[in-house]
């Protein structure tokens, strides 16, 4: 008789991500770091969540905030240092919580020695490391085929010193390592070990679902579709069959979970960023040895309602069937807060938090969604986001409809600093600093003291008095002032 699997401990996870750029700032800089969270690792254990997700901290030009690494052993200065990682995790570790690290395995920095090496000549042993082409035309000046990015622009990027094109799934200065090359694949996975002989519970897989591209570099056939959505990447009139989901990825996957298992009390986790249908996407975690769990984006775009939130249940039910498990997500820091969808209706967002607790799953809170943190609109221009730079012709209007259909082309507006109290700068970072994004106005009414007190039924003045913002926001609203809707989550055993 087989003796039974241990229940392990994602099966009752609940995941908090922590934005460090935006969480606290204790240095003093105006950036979120590494002592910033320690000084807050109490009010995380208070919030019942057991499980941390930490944004990259490597050391990172930070043209895409971090996840543009340059240098996969070292920790950014902006963040802190290998020694405040070290107290971070031991602290969170002592509180009985797990910590994940942010694995962007897919791409490097334009920086990164190994792409520094690798564009240096046609000839140079590292040039195999990232995928070069060669351009069509006489002059090679057309690139080698049709791919496009995931975020819409051709993927090709023209290298002017060797003459050829190198492939970028995301941004320019990302380019994509080449998982063909065993070299590479030896690197990456020498990366992965290193941190969880550090410590790391696991890792959060930066769009793992790009990794493989197909090898016969055929141009990707036309599709109807104009925009990517969450559970269908194809887009900007093509289907991504050479670029995303290569079987070949699926496989990797598998080869990425056994050198994870090498490492045992506690058996270590993985969780993959991959866009699809739920039930294709079952296929990164079926069979016991692939990822443990996929983010599910699908929460995301399903309309508030309990009709609606029970087929939800039902089909991730039916398309993640246990042993597999499903995740609840709502929202990160590429996208449209979880309060915006709700209409920051005070009832909804309790309603959604009841379930996304409470269904069977893995629940990912954004830090910020347990006090209903809302977006910042910010223009295009002069955001620190890339993806607004990319999109910067296009006129402010259409970036502010498109937000409101859930597409954030300045992603900087989910990203504004924690509301901590209502002192200057929220309590995010100290008074005269300044944050690397603007706070948003509403932090005075709306922060972690404020809520806290609530939760514990001391109510703050606002709230025995209501302000008008919220007498305004909350017509058929329940008497209480909801604010916490983390607080209800799971304690780690
Ligand atoms: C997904 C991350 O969540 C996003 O912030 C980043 O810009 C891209 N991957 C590229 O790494």
Redesign the pocket.
């Known amino acids: 008789m087989n003796a039974p699997t241990p229940t392990q401990w994602w099966t009752s996870a609940t995941i908090y991500q922590v934005y460090l750029r935006s969480f606290h700032d204790a240095s003093g800089d105006g950036i979120g770091d590494l002592r910033g969270a320690l000084e807050k690792i109490d009010y995380l254990q208070d919030l019942g969540i057991n499980t941390l997700w930490l944004a990259p901290f490597y050391a990172s030009p930070n043209l ?2 971090g ?2 690494i340059s240098d996969y052993e070292s920790v950014n200065p902006e963040q802190g240092t290998i020694d405040d990682l070290r107290r971070l995790v031991d602290a969170a570790h002592a509180r009985g919580m797990r910590v994940l690290a942010d694995m ?1 395995m ?2 490097t920095s334009d920086k990164h020695s190994w792409f520094q090496a690798s564009r240096s000549s046609t000839t140079n042993p590292k040039r195999d490391w990232y995928i070069w082409r060669p351009g069509r035309q006489a002059n090679g000046k057309e690139p080698p085929n049709n791919w496009r990015s995931i975020l819409g622009p051709r993927g090709w990027q023209w290298d002017e010193k060797t003459r050829e094109w190198y492939w970028a799934s ?2 320019p200065c ?1 380019p994509d390592l080449n998982y063909r090359n065993p070299e590479v694949q030896q690197a990456m996975l020498d990366v992965v070990r290193r941190w969880l002989a550090f410590g790391f519970d696991g890792f959060r897989l ?2 793992f679902h790009a990794l493989f591209k197909d090898d016969s570099f055929a141009d990707n056939p036309f599709s109807p579709r104009i925009l990517p959505t969450e559970e269908n990447p194809d887009g900007f009139l093509q289907s991504f069959r050479a670029t995303l989901h290569h079987p070949d990825t699926l496989h990797f996957a598998r080869t990425l979970r056994k050198v994870v298992d090498e490492f045992q009390n506690p058996p270590r986790f993985l969780i993959g ?1 991959v866009f699809g249908q739920p039930e294709f996407l079952r296929k990164y975690c079926e069979g016991d040895d692939g990822l443990h769990a996929v983010f599910l984006f699908k929460a995301m775009q399903t309309p508030f309602g309990a009709r609606e939130y029970r087929s939800l249940i039902q089909e991730f039910e039916r398309d993640m069937p246990a042993p597999l498990l499903p995740t609840w997500v709502f929202g ?3 996208r449209m807060r979880k309060g915006e969808r709700l209409d920051h209706h005070p009832g909804r967002e309790k309603l959604c938090a009841a379930s996304q607790l409470t269904a069977r799953g893995i629940p990912c809170i954004y830090n910020g969604e347990e006090i209903g943190m809302r977006d910042l609109p910010l223009p295009l221009a002069g955001a620190h986001d890339p ?1 607004a730079g990319l999109y910067g012709f296009l006129p402010e209007f259409v970036a502010r409809i498109l937000h409101r259909q859930g597409i954030l082309l300045n ?1 900087d507006a989910c990203r504004t600093p924690m509301q901590w109290s209502s002192a200057p700068n929220a309590g995010f970072t100290g008074q005269g600093n300044t944050p690397w994004l603007p706070v948003h106005p509403e932090y005075a009414s709306n922060n972690v003291e404020a809520s806290s007190r609530w939760v514990r039924g001391r109510p703050p003045p606002a709230a025995r008095r209501p302000s008008r913002t919220w007498a305004r926001r909350a017509p058929c609203s329940s008497s209480k002032r909801p604010r916490s809707s983390a607080s209800s989550a799971k304690r780690p055993a």
Do not use: G
Request: proline share 0%; charged share 35%.
């Open positions: 895409d905030a996840y543009d962007v897919n791409h995301f941004l990302q930066d769009i960023e990160n820091h590429d993806v992603r």
